[in-house]
Nanobody
Framework: QVQLVESGGGLVQAGGSLRLSCVASGSIFRINVMGWYRQAPGKQRELVATITNGGSTSTAESVKGRFTISRDNAKNTVFLQMNSLKPEDTAVYYC??????????WGQGTQVTVSS
């Protein structure tokens, strides 16, 4: 059974930084795309950033220049470095991993709260 576990969330003041991690365990093979999504109260889940196994990244305009996604393929881990955090970044952050076999897995989410 595949399990994705996020960590690194918490409460931070505006302008601060957090680094999220998500590690996959279990029988997961040939991970292609890793990504981070977020969902704020009363809003739909939205894409934050993705990274392919070749290292190509895509970042939402709302976080561009502040958030950086990276990955460690050997450890089946994806990271999200979040700098210059704003109150509007407050949300539950989820990681997602997709494989070459068209399987997709989600983590349980980690809360990020940015106070003004």
């Amino acid at each position: 059974q595949v399990q994705l576990v996020e960590s690194g969330g918490g409460l931070v003041q505006a302008g601060g930084s957090l680094r999220l991690s998500c590690v996959a365990s279990g029988s997961i093979f040939r991970i292609n795309v890793m990504g981070w999504y977020r969902q704020a109260p009363g809003k739909q889940r939205e894409l934050v950033a993705t990274i392919t196994n070749g290292g190509s990244t895509s970042t939402a305009e709302s976080v561009k220049g502040r958030f950086t996604i990276s990955r460690d393929n050997a450890k089946n881990t994806v990271f999200l470095q979040m700098n210059s955090l704003k109150p509007e970044d407050t949300a539950v952050y989820y990681c997602k991993m997709s494989t070459d076999f068209a399987s997709a897995y989600w983590g349980q989410g980690t809360q990020v709260t940015v106070s003004s």
